[in-house]
């Protein structure tokens, strides 16, 4: 359900120039990472080592290498080379095989799209972001355009927000699983229920998504038939898939790649962190908007206000609502290995980023101000670090 109308509304050309200005940061970003001899490959922050123990058509391929180890995205894109998993060479090419492997609709989009060409597949997959964040744009103004001026501000910061540059720069999974999944919302019913399966192709953990797709009216007994029938349509093919892949590779005695803790725990300990070397002075203050510790901080207000939010102000009839609030206590449970990186983190909190935008812009009061501050002060250091990556 997307919340009501308010009375004052910007004309339509307000939304179509942030959205173009915003594509035309997100084209230079591209742009600027390609080059005649890797294309775009810079985009999948492959690692030398992983490259050394790739599949012989990886290993073959041009590309560019970012750094020793490199990031997640590289996986992916060396699955996209063998979608079927039939190399036996994975098992040593990647990190955690059955881990990697189950997150494969992206890596099948991008073996499509190359014509199976190892250049085209990986060049492919590096702009795979870039091509969802255009159907995003027109998703975000469907969703924000008749809130007024309060859901223009709404759809400013989630053009850009740093989970979508995160993901973006470094061609990951998560936001175009994030945006089938609130695609798969807003259509709703049994096509919902068909998207909503491909985002758990993409990444499995978009399934709890499936909160914003139930049907909560009555008469019970009906809807719940429904939403059982829903959930099977959602949730089938990726157990097919996961059963393919235990087939075809070991399987790895962390299911959630070891990135799960107690609740808060790991947060706590990186605000810790982050504040105490602030307060020795760690800060470069004449760099301070690239500054990793203030933005740590910043991220954690940012992101603890939204879940706040959400809890405070419940809104059951809202299925973008529920969608949110449900990756709350998943967001809280990260451990300490993906808060390393805290910037990292932004893009596991795409759908409670995007309820709290769209409710506080639906509830605008006379608190909008402070809670739109607090539940976006990390989004210039995302446009900052697309700006000048």
């Known amino acids: 359900m997307i919340p009501r109308a308010q009375t004052s509304r910007p004309p339509g050309w307000i939304f179509a120039l942030a959205a173009a200005a915003a594509f035309a940061l997100v084209f230079a970003f591209y742009a600027r990472a390609w080059s005649p001899a890797y294309g775009i490959t810079r985009q999948l922050c492959i690692g030398r080592e992983f490259d050394r123990r790739g599949i012989a058509d990886f290993r073959d391929t041009p590309k560019f290498i970012n750094s020793q180890w490199g990031f997640d995205g590289q996986f992916y894109a060396e699955l996209a080379l063998d979608p079927l998993l039939r190399n036996p060479q994975l098992r040593l090419a990647l990190d955690s095989p059955p881990y990697r492997a189950r997150r494969i609709l992206l890596s099948w ?28 744009a027109f998703m975000s103004a469907a969703l924000f355009r008749h809130l007024g001026w ?8 989630m053009l850009l927000t740093c989970g979508v540059i995160e993901s973006m720069h470094r061609s990951l999974v998560d936001f175009p699983a994030f945006v089938l999944m609130t695609l798969a919302v807003m259509v709703g019913g049994g096509r919902g229920a068909g998207i909503m399966a491909l985002a758990a192709l993409a990444r499995e953990t978009t399934l709890l998504g499936f909160g914003g797709l139930m049907e909560i009216v009555r008469p019970w007994r009906t809807s719940a038939a429904r939403n059982l029938r829903m959930a099977l349509v959602a949730a089938v093919p990726l157990a097919l898939w996961m059963a393919y892949v235990a087939w075809r590779l070991p399987m790895h005695a962390a299911v959630d790649g070891d990135n799960m803790d107690w609740p808060m725990r790991a947060l706590a300990v990186r605000l ?28 954690v207000v940012s992101i603890l206000a939204q879940c706040a939010y959400l809890l405070i102000h419940r809104d059951w009839e809202s ?6 609030v449900v990756f709350v206590p998943f967001f809280l449970c990260i451990g300490a290995q993906s808060w390393a990186v805290h910037f990292t983190l932004t893009r596991h909190a795409l759908p409670i980023t995007l309820a709290f935008n769209l409710g506080l812009a639906a509830r605008r009061g006379r608190g909008w101000p402070l809670w739109f501050i607090l539940g976006n002060c990390f989004v210039p250091y995302g446009v900052l670090h697309l700006i000048w990556w």
């Open 109 to 136: 989009t991008a073996w499509a799209a190359g014509l199976g060409r190892p250049p085209w597949v990986l060049n492919a997959y590096a702009a795979l972001n870039g091509v969802f964040w255009i159907g995003y």
């Open 150 to 157: 309060a859901g223009f501000a709404g759809f400013g910061a």
């Open 272 to 299: 810790f962190t982050a504040g105490s070397a602030i307060q020795s002075g760690g800060i470069q203050w004449s760099r301070w908007f690239f500054d990793d510790n203030l933005h740590t901080v910043l991220t």
């Open 319 to 324: 299925g973008i609502w529920r969608m949110g």
